[in-house]
């Protein structure tokens, strides 16, 4: 056998086995980059992945990759091929907040949903023992009459619990020093040791010691909520109006894949996406953390993200108004 | 507390638990021992299969890993002075020495008895103080954490023998490299050029395993004897060398305790463990022991606090659902994925469950001893291998590993231009552990002093009035009066020794 024929038959074979691999999607991993460290996110997305994984019949994992706001974990699914086989978990920060921030380039248009996954619900807590108030209401009077006096976190800088949180107090004209943490449970933490006078409580954190901390205010006005914070008073029960309602005070997020992904690919995932999230074992999965499963589908992700849109774009100068205020006190 | 464990007894006596545990301890020494890899990796990589398991011996499995994958780095840094992982990077100031005096087997024999006994150790205080050691942690804020990252930094005196000063200069450098990305107060880019790889700063495998690896790798290329297999006689390990290990109770008890101590403060970690614990034991060493040349008392002090420091960092874990580290923050995943919540309320509801984690970890580190000195043999043979077999083979791992992490080839070229940095700082005769040091603790420093400034309002009294701050500046002080001490005295004594010789 010469060189050339070798050669022939290496392409021939070669090919053989390539043809069958090109026309069936998926034959390898697929990749869903969440754009958070470990905790009850990671573990949800895990739990969508695995069932997702069965479905299509290849192993799904997911890699945590915190960083930036979550911008890092987009710019890094964004740099992969469009090519099925990696997953932006598009959380809703990165993927709406961040833009509105001017701290991403990209709109949520600019890529296709699969469907939507889990949202969760915020909350505000302060130490079982406070002596200085015992209601919302009360922790904002004393926040008025002693400005810039009340040191708070929510974990990161500018993330959605920031916003929410800033829009809030700006409600009430309470100045407050916003403390950032890396990790929420490190904040908690200094709340029950008095450090800091309240935090952002996410509601897996919530679930996993329930008396560690008082939740004073659910900031959703939905049942939904309420209850998985244990009844708690949430912003429904107040009188002021803060002017944020449905998804846009909550984290949520919809998986999505690059805009030049092949149709038939995107089916394929839509297809075994949906199938997950109607199944009731993963539904129980994910309530039991906490979160709550979605069922939007990809038809209603335009009208239901630019809602959220407009509401987060109209709160964006409250972040802005507590650098101001803080600084005017100095 | 032991009808807890009886309890947990059942769930654990099972052969299935035996082998996942014995599995996961096998996977754990060689991702340990992988250059880049590690046992947070090596725990992510099997979670999708953990999670099929019943509760506890999921995380037998996993907490398998995490025992072996914290102990594995000492093996590579031992034969080929490439910390597998940076827990191990001091463990191979003495454990590399000892390996080229032709104690390899012993010195690994020494790192495996050393961190099975230290996690053992680390598992008793777990049983034993895990709430009252959770009611500790909770009181360490800010302010602690920025005087502990500080007391980490004093380890830089006692791993920079040659000079302090270059020694302080590579440690300033890690600092200031740890500032690279997005700052936590402000939002802001710093020192990213634009490149969102960097926005989460550096990788820290990247920049151990290009530091070590990479120029380990180059200098060993300069050699001329690539070709040749090296003549070394592979001596047998024993189970002898816990005798080795338990006639150093004293620094074993106290290494231990650090590590566990360290372990259960959530944020801080191995590293800092094994480093502090090493300068400890060398300050309490007496000179005739030759710390950095190969004593075995190094070996026994890092190992045996990184593991320690894994038994530690599942207090705050179980009792608390806070994440001692970034392993144990993928284990609460799992247990949510199962449906069940760390924290005090698992201690109530499930304490069968807590009693099964509790025998599990004790389980774990009793097989990684057998385990571990019967794969000795295996790991020894590769100082068998040719250089030029081993080097690209080496360097094959550490691109795997460092890859692996986040799936980024940026991180490959950081581990690359890390490779030629160390190099440099080599040729310089600047010592490498302390830039490590530096850029781990860089960012607790940083981002605890700035934070203890905000819940201040700029004040600094906030250092002494808290009684934890206050004890950990008194330490501080104390521990730097007696860096500074015994440098003046060992100087004085080399003066009069010169005068000494001068005069004969």
């Known amino acids: 056998m010469n060189f050339k024929s070798i050669f022939a038959a290496s392409v021939l074979a070669t090919s053989l086995i390539g043809v069958p691999a090109m026309a069936e999607y998926p034959d390898r991993t697929i990749e869903s980059i969440l754009p958070a460290g470990a905790g009850p996110a990671l573990s949800v997305s895990q739990i969508i992945a695995d069932a997702m994984g069965k479905e299509l019949g290849v192993p799904m994992t997911v890699l945590a990759t915190p960083g930036a706001g979550g911008i890092k974990a987009f710019q890094t699914a964004l740099q992969k091929p469009g090519d099925g086989y990696t997953i932006i978990d598009g959380y809703v920060a990165p993927l709406v907040l961040q833009p509105i921030l001017k701290k991403?380039?990209?709109?949520?248009?600019?890529?296709?949903?699969?469907?939507?996954?889990?949202?969760?619900?915020?909350?505000?807590?302060?130490?079982?023992?406070?002596?200085?108030?015992?209601?919302?209401?009360?922790?904002?009077?004393?926040?008025?009459?002693?400005?810039?006096?009340?040191?708070?976190?929510?974990?990161?800088?500018?993330?959605?619990?920031?916003?929410?949180?800033?829009k809030v107090l700006q409600s009430y004209q309470v100045v407050a020093q916003n403390v950032p943490y890396k990790s929420p449970p490190a904040a908690n933490n200094d709340v029950k040791s008095g450090i800091l006078d309240f935090a952002f409580v996410n509601v897996g954190n919530y679930k996993q010691d329930p008396d560690a901390l008082k939740i004073g205010l659910v900031l959703s006005e939905q049942a939904s909520a309420k209850a998985a914070f244990g009844g708690a008073p949430s912003i429904a029960d107040i009188d002021a109006d803060l002017g944020i309602s449905g998804l846009a005070p909550m984290g949520w997020d919809w998986w999505l894949v690059k805009k030049d992904t092949p149709p038939e690919r995107v089916e394929t995932l839509r297809a075994a996406m949906g199938k997950a999230m109607k199944d009731p074992d993963v539904r129980a999965k994910i309530e039991r953390i906490g979160f709550v499963p979605l069922d939007w589908d990809h038809t209603e992700y335009d009208k239901i993200v630019s809602g959220v849109r407009d509401q987060l774009s109209t709160m964006a100068d409250a972040i802005k108004w507590e650098e101001d205020a803080l600084k005017a006190l100095k | 507390m032991f009808d807890m464990l009886l309890q947990g007894a059942g769930l654990v006596a099972s052969l299935s638990t035996l082998a996942l545990v014995g599995a996961g301890l096998?996977?754990?020494?060689?991702?340990?021992?992988?250059?880049?890899?590690?046992?947070?990796?090596?725990?992510?990589?099997?979670?999708?299969?953990?999670?099929?398991?019943?509760?506890?011996?999921?995380?037998?499995?996993?907490?398998?890993?995490?025992?072996?994958?914290?102990?594995?780095?000492?093996?590579?840094?031992?034969?080929?002075?490439?910390?597998?992982?940076?827990?191990?990077?001091?463990?191979?100031?003495?454990?590399?020495?000892?390996?080229?005096?032709?104690?390899?087997?012993?010195?690994?024999?020494?790192?495996?008895?050393?961190?099975?006994?230290?996690?053992a150790f680390g598992g008793l205080i777990l049983i034993l103080f895990s709430p009252s050691l959770a009611a500790f942690a909770a009181g360490f804020g800010p302010p602690e954490y920025a005087l502990l990252a500080i007391t980490g930094l004093t380890a830089i005196a006692a791993v920079s023998d040659q000079s302090m000063l270059?020694?302080?200069?590579?440690?300033?450098?890690?600092?200031?490299?740890?500032?690279?990305?997005?700052?936590?107060?402000?939002?802001?880019?710093?020192?990213?050029?634009?490149?969102?790889?960097?926005?989460?700063?550096?990788?820290?495998?990247?920049?151990?395993?290009?530091?070590?690896?990479?120029?380990?790798?180059?200098?060993?290329?300069?050699?001329?004897?690539l070709l040749e297999r090296p003549n070394l006689a592979i001596a047998r390990p024993g189970f002898r060398t816990v005798m080795l290990v338990l006639t150093r109770w004293p620094n074993l008890l106290r290494s231990s305790t650090i590590g566990a101590c360290v372990g259960a403060l959530p944020g801080a970690g191995g590293v800092i463990s094994s480093f502090t614990a090493y300068a400890v034991a060398k300050t309490f060493a007496k000179s005739e022991e030759r710390y950095g040349e190969?004593?075995?008392?190094?070996?026994?002090?890092?190992?045996?606090?990184?593991?320690?420091?894994a038994g530690g960092a599942l207090?705050?874990?179980?009792?608390?659902?806070?994440?001692?580290?970034?392993?144990?923050?993928?284990?609460?995943?799992?247990?949510?994925?199962?449906?069940?919540?760390?924290?005090?309320?698992?201690?109530?509801?499930?304490?069968?469950?807590?009693?099964?984690?509790?025998?599990?970890?004790?389980?774990?580190?009793?097989?990684?001893?057998?385990?571990?000195?019967?794969?000795?043999?295996?790991?020894?043979?590769?100082?068998?291998?040719?250089?030029?077999?081993?080097?690209p083979t080496v360097l094959l791992m550490c691109a795997i590993g460092t890859y692996a992490v986040g799936s980024s080839v940026f991180d490959l070229w950081v581990m690359f231009a890390f490779g030629l940095v160390g190099l440099v700082l080599r040729a310089g005769g600047y010592p490498l552990a302390p830039m490590v040091i530096g850029v781990i603790l860089g960012p607790l420093l940083e981002n605890n002093v700035r934070r203890t400034l905000l819940l201040s309002h700029d004040g600094l009294r906030i250092f002494v009035e808290r009684p934890v701050s206050a004890t950990l500046l008194f330490i501080n002080v104390a521990l730097l009066l007696c860096v500074a001490f015994f440098t003046l005295r060992r100087l004085f004594a080399e003066r009069q020794s010169a005068l000494v010789e001068e005069k004969a």
Not at chain 1, 129 to 140: G, I, K, L, P
């Open chain 1, 104 to 166: 991403a380039e990209w709109n949520f248009d600019d890529f296709i949903p699969l469907h939507a996954a889990a949202s969760n619900a915020f909350a505000i807590g302060w130490r079982t023992d406070e002596t200085r108030w015992s209601n919302f209401e009360e922790m904002m009077a004393w926040g008025k009459a002693n400005p810039g006096k009340l040191r708070y976190s929510s974990g990161q800088r500018n993330n959605l619990p920031h916003l929410v949180m800033a």
């Open chain 2, 26 to 119: 096998i996977i754990g020494l060689l991702v340990g021992a992988l250059p880049g890899l590690g046992p947070l990796m090596g725990i992510i990589l099997l979670l999708p299969y953990a999670i099929t398991f019943p509760p506890v011996q999921a995380m037998g499995f996993l907490i398998a890993i995490y025992v072996g994958g914290s102990c594995g780095g000492a093996i590579s840094a031992i034969l080929l002075r490439i910390p597998g992982t940076p827990l191990a990077a001091a463990t191979l100031f003495d454990g590399y020495p000892m390996a080229q005096n032709g104690r390899a087997a012993d010195a690994i024999g020494i790192a495996i008895s050393a961190s099975a006994l230290g996690g």
């Open chain 2, 166 to 225: 270059k020694g302080l200069i590579a440690g300033t450098a890690g600092l200031l490299l740890a500032t690279a990305g997005t700052d936590e107060f402000t939002a802001a880019e710093r020192f990213t050029f634009g490149l969102f790889e960097l926005s989460d700063g550096f990788n820290i495998v990247a920049i151990v395993v290009g530091l070590f690896a990479i120029s380990e790798m180059s200098n060993l290329l300069t050699g001329d004897d």
């Open chain 2, 294 to 309: 190969g004593a075995e008392g190094g070996i026994v002090a890092s190992e045996s606090a990184n593991n320690a420091t």
């Open chain 2, 315 to 391: 207090v705050p874990t179980l009792a608390l659902g806070i994440p001692g580290d970034a392993a144990t923050a993928v284990l609460i995943g799992v247990l949510l994925i199962l449906g069940i919540f760390p924290g005090p309320t698992l201690f109530a509801q499930h304490s069968d469950i807590v009693g099964g984690i509790f025998l599990v970890y004790m389980l774990a580190n009793i097989a990684l001893f057998v385990v571990g000195i019967l794969m000795t043999p295996l790991f020894v043979y590769v100082l068998r291998l040719r250089k030029v077999v081993l080097i």
